[in-house]
């Protein structure tokens, strides 16, 4: 992977000014504080010599040998390219936090300070995390890595069918009656059929895809095409000639290809032809309509909430009572054979193979025959694996500990391919279900210790800690991409609540030096894209206070919208002393007449005047003298109610 040197420059003092805002909350404990700022020394070091591998891989390395001894309670190893610091198996390279957390044998202790050892997790992890997301370039030998292995894991599920269709251990058999009691009069044929937002197999763009233009075999037994393709019947009859002459192909055939997702290396999304597109979506939302409204799975097999997950993890990383389980190759590992063993009573399983790829097309042009029931990018994929893994859980607790089917059912939650169980019985739901062909990321299942992770949730007794991940890359004026700026802007404004105020300043200004300066904006005002400020205006502006309880001069431009009544002012105050008013050339003294007005208020440091504003800014804005095509009562009453809402906040 080439990166240019500007490049690598702009993260590497990305991360050394967010070192640098970490190191200032501990400026009362002087030997994390000095550490801090040695490892700002390291970084440039090792950037030099190896690059930016160093950020978005060595150092999230790091962080997951963290999360691997926090979340299965082992001792911590230091990853190789990073030394151990004397008598001790905590490395060197931020050494001071990680001794807030483990002891020098790698271990937690009840002894720790909780609240201490907290924030230094929570400082950790954002460090090490920051840029392990980035999209940048990756090797194309990591393409052909990633192709082959979806080849031979799509081969080595032949190697578990005896396993599947023996069941000796009874399981499968468990969780087929499941199948029956959710799945049993499943009305699989009163489906309302819909397009994907996704590309198509079969080429057509979006104006395309209403014309359907093949006739699959094993699709048009169960969903013939004059009922499921067609209006109605005067369509069938307007259309008879041109249906004469489709194509009838045995089954459909699913386009893979390689999709970017960050240095690591790309992943793969399939793309269905036109017409199981049209059937999966519709299909799919029946499945997932009658498993979020069933009894058995209603609040367990979650599809459009993860706050289920999310707050079971923050739970469990508290009382341990949780375990967070994370699938390897989810989707990838998923057999027709297991499909057809566990809905083989259902009728919904004449519809569930119709409705699925045979062959896949790979990249180079090579049709292969597929094992897996369903890759990725198709509709009935997600549904149809999570309620296999919620099953097969739920099954093998059954028939372990002997269980009902209510009781176990209350003890496994889905999301996909997190799983979610009690630390009592999630031992022999990972060893039972390895049988079937479906594998484990052990390295991120969190099941003793008090942290956890699910659904994007990152827990810590009980405490949220999930960093904030840039994955947008950095790119000069001359090729300009709004969703690039857009992504900086989003992740400079959720480390600026966060309290990271140099390391936001730096993006800011480096951002506004490329290309051009965006408006300071608050975080609920939703009408202006703009680097975030954490509160509204107040008279005491020139300095603000961080999540972390320290205090650093205010040096951007700040820009509000308010309304005067709002800041509770009298008939003689005066904006004099912090403030200005703009137009210049306005009295000081504010007319009563003028109180729900709203004005552009900015602090005395900034001495932009209004005329040279952002246009984006400018358009937000109302009052007397602003009038324009964006003002409205409405607005400015909606505006009112927000500032007047905030005071009220404020003021208690």
């Avoid at 050494?95 to 020098?104: A, D, I, S, T």
């Avoid at 840029?131 to 030998?141: A, F, M, Q």
């Avoid at 080849?151 to 069941?167: F, G, H, M, N, Y």
């Avoid at 799945?183 to 197999?201: D, W, Y």
Wanted: hydrophobic fraction near 40%; proline fraction near 5%; include cysteine.
């Amino acid at each position: 992977m080439t990166t240019n040197n500007s490049l690598v420059e702009f993260y590497s003092a990305l991360v050394v000014r967010l070192i640098t805002d970490v190191a200032d909350c501990y400026v009362g404990d002087d030997c994390i504080h000095k550490s801090l700022l040695r490892d700002r020394q390291e970084i440039a070091n090792r950037v030099k010599s190896q690059g930016i591998s160093f950020l978005t891989e060595d150092m999230p390395r790091l962080a997951k040998a963290l999360d691997t001894a926090l979340g299965n309670n082992k001792p911590f190893e230091v990853p190789s390219g990073f030394l151990a610091r004397k008598d001790s198996v905590l490395p060197e390279f931020l050494g001071g936090l990680f001794g807030k957390v483990l002891n020098n044998h790698g271990l937690s202790e009840p002894t720790f300070n909780l609240k201490e050892a907290y924030t230094a997790v929570y400082h950790i992890r954002q460090i090490l995390y920051t840029l392990y997301k980035l999209r940048l370039p990756y090797e194309k030998d990591k393409t052909e890595k990633v192709i082959q292995s979806f080849i031979q894991t799509d081969s080595s599920l032949v190697d578990c069918e005896v396993a599947i269709r023996e069941d000796t251990s009874g399981v499968i058999r468990t969780a087929a009656n499941i199948a029956v009691s959710i799945f049993g009069n499943l009305p699989f044929r009163e489906i309302t059929p819909r397009h994907g937002p996704g590309s198509v197999a079969t080429g057509e763009n979006v104006v395309e895809k209403s014309q359907f233009g093949r006739i699959y075999t094993a699709l048009d037994k169960v969903y013939p095409f004059t009922e499921y393709f067609m209006f109605n019947l005067n369509h069938v009859c307007d259309d008879y000639r041109r249906i004469q002459r489709l194509p009838e192909i045995p089954s459909g055939t699913t386009k893979v290809a390689p999709v970017d997702k960050d240095s690591r290396g790309p992943r793969l999304i399939s793309s269905e032809p036109l017409e199981y597109q049209w059937i999966q979506q519709g299909l799919a939302d029946l499945i997932v309509s009658r498993l979020e409204s069933h009894k058995l799975t209603k609040g367990r097999v979650n599809f459009t909430d993860q706050n289920v997950n999310r707050e079971l993890a923050l739970e469990g990383s508290k009382t341990g009572k949780w375990v967070t389980l994370d699938m390897k190759e989810a989707s990838d590992r998923v057999s027709t054979e297991l499909v057809k063993a566990i809905f083989h009573n259902c009728p919904v399983l004449e519809a569930l193979l119709a409705a699925r790829s045979t062959h896949a097309k790979l990249p180079d042009g090579t049709v292969m025959y597929l094992n897996k029931y369903a890759p990725m990018g198709s509709a009935l994929c997600f549904p149809v694996e999570a309620f296999i893994f919620w099953a097969l859980a739920v099954s093998v607790i059954m028939r372990t500990y002997g269980y009902s089917l209510k009781q176990a059912a209350r003890i496994v939650f889905v999301y996909g391919d997190d799983i979610i169980t009690t630390s009592e019985v999630y031992e022999v739901v990972m060893q039972q279900m390895l049988p079937f062909g479906l594998l484990f990321n052990t390295a991120k299942c969190c099941t003793a210790g008090f942290f956890r992770e699910s659904c994007g949730c990152e827990a810590f007794h009980g405490l949220e800690v999930t960093p904030t991940r840039l994955r947008a890359v950095y790119v000069s004026e001359l090729t300009y991409n709004p969703d690039v700026l857009m992504g900086f802007v989003a992740f400079h404004n959720a480390m600026y609540l966060k309290g990271y105020y140099r390391m936001c300043k730096y993006v800011a200004d480096y951002l506004d030096r490329t290309w051009g300066s965006l408006p300071r904006v608050y975080p609920n005002d939703g009408m202006v894209i703009g680097w975030s400020r954490d509160s509204a205006v107040t008279y005491d502006i020139e300095s603000e206070r961080g999540v972390h309880g320290r205090t650093m001069d205010c040096e951007y431009s700040v820009a509000a919208l308010c309304t005067l009544n709002a800041l509770n002012l009298t008939k003689t105050s005066t904006l004099d002393k912090d403030f200005r008013v703009f137009p210049p050339g306005k009295r000081k003294f504010l007319p009563w007449r003028w109180y729900r007005r709203v004005w552009i208020v900015i602090s005395k440091k900034d001495e932009t005047t209004f005329a040279g504003y952002p246009e984006m800014l400018r358009r937000t804005c109302c009052g007397n003298w602003l009038t324009g095509p964006m003002y409205t009562p409405r607005r400015g009453a909606g505006l009112y109610r927000r500032w007047k809402l905030w005071t009220e906040v404020r003021g208690s």
